[in-house]
T-cell receptor, first 110, second 111 residues
Framework: SQTIHQWPATLVQPVGSPLSLECTVE??????LYWYRQAAGRGLQLLFY??????ISSEVPQNLSASRPQDRQFILSSKKLLLSDSGFYLC?????????FGEGSWLTVV | GQQLNQSPQSMFIQEGEDVSMNCTSS?????WLWYKQEPGEGPVLLIA?????ELTSNGRLTAQFGITRKDSFLNISASIPSDVGIYFC???????????FGGGTRLMVKP
């Protein structure tokens, strides 16, 4: 069966520090992969999606970037974090018309 | 772009009560999905609807795909404290690889 994992689950980073969140999918090949952000108690905002290795589409201009170095790996990065980057980050993949989410990563920028 | 209007934004109910929430869109969708998100976790798929008019149940949950393909509702019967969370609707129109999400309904259940 297919599973999706992301890590770390929680991190506290100072302003100006770099960020790397990693997501991997198991049990499938060539998945569509997504990064969402969710502010506390709010809805889901699509940040990036990828349909294949090295193919990244950005939905909103921001301080973040994404990369897909391998078929089932999706990485969310920042060179210098801002306070406004704090939030709950979710990786997801879609088989067909549904989306399945990872466990989420809480980022607090201090 | 497409938008999903989900209502209500929040509900505070007594244990045992039934709950109803819905999503409406100005555009047609071919798939409607309902997710539940508990605090600190990713959303989990509850029900997927693929046909206009389809009515699907999952335990105490029932969801329907509107005939016009522009709306969907989710009902929870006999609510219990573990139903607490944020419920999201999402629509897919087969164009591209994106889902459109509603803003969520925060459900609170008083024991």
């Amino acid at each position: 069966s297919q599973t999706i994992h992301q890590w770390p689950a929680t991190l506290v980073q100072p302003v100006g520090s770099p960020l790397s969140l990693e997501c991997t999918v198991e049990g499938t090949s060539n998945p569509n992969l997504y990064w969402y952000r969710q502010a506390a108690g709010r809805g889901l905002q699509l940040l990036f999606y990828s349909v294949g290795i090295g193919q990244i589409s950005s939905e909103v201009p921001q301080n973040l970037s994404a990369s897909r170095p391998q078929d089932r790996q999706f990485i969310l990065s920042s060179k210098k974090l801002l306070l406004s980057d704090s939030g709950f980050y979710l990786c997801a993949w879609n088989p067909g018309n549904t989306i399945y989410f990872g466990e989420g990563s809480w980022l607090t920028v201090v | 772009g497409q938008q999903l209007n989900q209502s209500p934004q929040s509900m505070f109910i007594q244990e045992g009560e039934d709950v109803s929430m819905n999503c409406t869109s100005s555009s047609i969708f071919n798939t409607w999905l309902w997710y539940k998100q508990e605090p600190g976790e990713g959303p989990v798929l509850l029900i997927a609807l693929y046909k206009a008019g389809e009515l699907t149940s999952n335990g105490r949950l029932t969801a329907q795909f509107g005939i016009t393909r522009k709306d969907s509702f989710l009902n929870i019967s006999a609510s219990i404290p573990s139903d607490v969370g944020i419920y999201f609707c999402a629509g897919h129109n087969n164009a591209g690889n994106m889902l459109t999400f509603g803003g969520g309904t925060r459900l609170m259940v008083k024991p």
